[in-house]
């Protein structure tokens, strides 16, 4: 469940600077090697789709990023859209991934 800020911790929050590109890179080159180890089909992971889009979605929110860097976060994007995609159509579970030997 998510924790909901109230009065002048909410505003802060909002006003608070984007981190830069060169922070996103860390990121999302992290994000990158992880979701390139998942697959369907071996061991359970702990993390499924929704988690993968929430990373995806706070690197957009919570970073400046370059053209590039938005192409690279678009593209993992479409992955967890392909993946959960083959997961439903194998009848698999896609609250859960799971993650290549």
């Known amino acids: 469940m998510k924790k909901r800020l109230s009065g002048s911790a909410a505003v802060a929050q909002i006003n608070l600077p984007k ?5 996103a890179e860390v990121e999302l080159s992290h994000l990158e090697t992880v979701f390139r180890s ?3 089909s071996t061991t ?4 499924g789709p929704v988690y993968w889009r929430s990373r995806v979605a706070a ?3 919570h970073y400046m990023l370059l053209v590039p860097q ?6 993992l994007a479409r992955s967890i859209d392909e993946l959960e ?3 439903a159509a194998a009848g698999l579970s ?3 991934l799971r993650v290549a030997a």
């Open 59 to 61: 690197l957009d929110r």
């Open 38 to 40: 998942l697959s369907p």
């Open 85 to 87: 995609t083959a997961l």
């Open 70 to 75: 938005r192409a690279r976060l678009a593209a």
């Open 94 to 96: 896609t609250d859960r």
């Open 44 to 47: 359970p992971a702990v993390f």
């Open 19 to 23: 981190r830069t590109a060169r922070d």
